[in-house]
């Protein structure tokens, strides 16, 4: 088994690429996609929501932040506040980004710029994960239209997601002993360097992804399905997100190496697949989970005191706060298809949007 892992290792570290759109979509994968829009009154419904949000974007102006600041913070602080207001740009830039690539609208194009210009030249990431992921849809955003920036934008963009990288492998280097080092939060990490690493085609980080998924899927996942963030939370909430940045970084790696890190074991058997499947009877309510009622972590019971309601002990996890992992899993495995459908209560096959995604991207 410890051969098998060392050989995916290598396969991921010694995988030969050009510059592509591994993060986002292809030129290929954006003309089906348009086909897709055209065919499909769904696929066109999701989209549509999207035209809203780019062309009110078009006429609002970026609000970058200079520090992002969510994580170890209750419900109501300023600073969590602050940065909630700010992250908006997240979903604008996406917006702005896929709406270009679809249409070719020059506005779309000049606004996404700016709002990614914006950002590279007020935010400097200070390497907590629990922060840095949120910036996914903006590096999504850019990867989508880097070919089509002006250099000097382009150079800026990568310097700051450069700096963001960075933060973030400097952060592990220091928390190397703590449980942060293989919780959600390496989970987190790991897929930002990796979606930057990607975007901006930089061989180090590509090695750093390389060298880490696989003892993170080792230490983070059980052989029987569940794992570490579980056990200390007591919570399905958890096991999902550390289950929704395995699978982004895992379609990416598949999409640009060939190498499915989705069903690859580890020496101990672990495997994102496996922890899918542990969660399956829970998200079609077969088996329910009372959430945080042992959970060994302060901070659930001091949201708890704080009154947010999600983080009540005893509260039944919702299903359809799994149909992110179930969307993002259907692009490996379209068995997931079907059980999506049950758990949205929908005969409508492109629920969400990653499950267009799936069907675009080859």
Known sequence: MRRKILFFATMLLFAVHVKAQYVSLNDNEVQKLKKLISDDTNAKKLYTKYQTIADAAVKENPQPIDTIRTEGL???????????NALRDMSKMYALAICYRVEGKKSYLESLASYLTAWAT??????????????????????????????????????WLSQTANAGI???GKSS?????????????????????????????????????????????????????????????????TLEPLLRLAIVLKRATGVDTYSAQST???????????LIPYATGEKTHGEYVNSTVKFDQARAKNGESSFQAGNLWQPKSGLEVLALSAYFDPQY?????????????????QLVLNKVMM
């Open 122 to 159: 007020a935010n400097t990431s200070r390497g907590n994960p629990i922060d840095d992921t949120n910036l996914e849809d903006g590096i999504i955003a850019y990867d989508l239209v880097k070919t089509n920036l002006l250099p000097k934008d382009n150079e800026l963009i990568v310097k």
């Open 177 to 241: 002993k703590k449980m942060t080092s293989y919780n959600n939060w390496r989970s987190h990490q790991l897929k930002i360097v990796g979606l930057i690493a990607y975007a901006i085609d930089n061989a180090e980080y590509k090695k750093y992804i390389a060298e880490h998924l696989t003892d993170q899927i080792e230490k983070n996942l059980y052989a029987d399905g569940s794992g570490v963030d579980f056990k200390h939370r007591d919570a399905l909430h958890y096991h999902v997100y």
């Open 74 to 84: 209750l419900k109501g602080n300023p600073k969590k506040k602050a940065t909630a």
């Open 170 to 172: 400097t952060f592990y």
């Open 268 to 278: 101990s058997g672990a495997s994102i697949k496996k922890s899918v499947e542990w």
């Open 337 to 353: 298809n079907s059980i999506i459908k049950t758990v949205a209560g929908t005969t409508n096959s492109y629920s969400d949007w």
